[in-house]
């Protein structure tokens, strides 16, 4: 019989699960034709410009096996600092200003150490990314929801916010569009959020896979790190992995009013040292590579985007749901008879074979819905929503 070994294991991490995403992923990895719709893993292939750079480079520089310094490759940094003056019109300073990290998961996993000690309050849009909830129980704070109505189009109540805040709250956390409701926050929200933490100096740290994929919503995209009274309040995090389909290479960077770097600088050292020379590499290529290939990956989401609606609009017994304006998932709400979203989900893969992610996983408010990511090839959808209507025929 096997010992308990509970006493081994700390509190903050026994308090959490691995996230629902990753759970039905992995589960649903063992199911041979599963239509998995659960993870936001875009079916795209990292574009050929920057593999070739990455496999050329591979053969002739002898350094490439080697660590670069904690912050990143100084080019590196410079091609971020020239996308950030680019994207926001603000100057920073790539040696002070910039650091490379293994990914946005990895970059706000530091930020919220580096900013948290135990009891503090970080405040998440409910519903909001699974892992940040992780991240902030993690290094024992307390993650505070800020509901989003879901009767205004999953709209952030703006006047609420202030509300939230304590003595002990650090920052807020922003995803726009977000994962997992597809909402672009407006730039009035944007530019009062910001100024309600100018008030309170709190740190807003804004989390950025998505800004690439907004469709017709183009004009509704507001960049917060663009406002310069907030230089010193704000971190943005930007992920290579959505945009340049490198998920894989583990890469993103962020942007940090200096004295946050510092700080840092010590986690990030203390755990990874640095984050892979290679994918540093693949990023200078696809800073200096341009972005002509994103028109062909929002096209090719658009169309995808088109069919779920009209999928979820056939089954209007089953689902409710708001139209998403940018990123590239869906979270309707569940009509069918069901017990929880988990059991819901569970049910699902068991019987038809198709894996979504139980919207409890994004926060109270997600209960009773489903995300489902449509960043999957069109077949994936269409199976997934074949066997739906199948399991479930109207009139059930
Ligand atoms: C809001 C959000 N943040 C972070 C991540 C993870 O980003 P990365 O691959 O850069 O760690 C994701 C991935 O789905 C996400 O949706």
Known sequence: MMQNKEHLISRSVAGITVSAIKDMAMRSAGIKGVASLTWGLPSFQTPAFIRQAVAEVLDTDPDIGKYTLPDGLPELRRLVAEKHLQETGIEVDPDKQVMIHAGNMQGLSTLIRVITDPGDEIIVTDPGFASHFHQVHLYRGTPVCWPMDESLGWKLDVDALAGLITARTKAIILVTPSNPTGTIFTETELRAIGRIALD???????????????????????????????????????????????????????????????????????????????????????????????????????????????RLDSVPHLFEYVEPEGAYYVFPRLLVKHESSYDFAIELLAKAKVAVTPGSAFGPSGEHHVRMAYCVEEDVINTAFDRIEALYPCGR
């Open 200 to 310: 309170h100096d709190l740190l807003i740290l804004l989390d950025d896979p998505y800004s690439k994929f907004t469709y017709g919503n183009k004009d509704r995209f507001f960049n917060l790190a663009s406002v310069p009274e907030l230089a010193d309040n704000i971190a943005y995090c930007f992920t290579f992995s959505k945009a340049y389909a490198m998920s894989g290479w583990r890469l993103s960077y962020t942007i940090l009013p200096e004295f946050l770097k510092c700080e840092v600088l010590k986690v990030h050292d203390a755990r990874i040292i640095c984050a892979p020379r290679i994918s540093q590499v693949a990023g200078i290529a696809a800073l200096a590579g341009g972005t002509a290939h994103l028109k062909e990956f929002e096209d090719i989401l658009a169309r995808r985007r088109d069919l779920i609606c009209r």
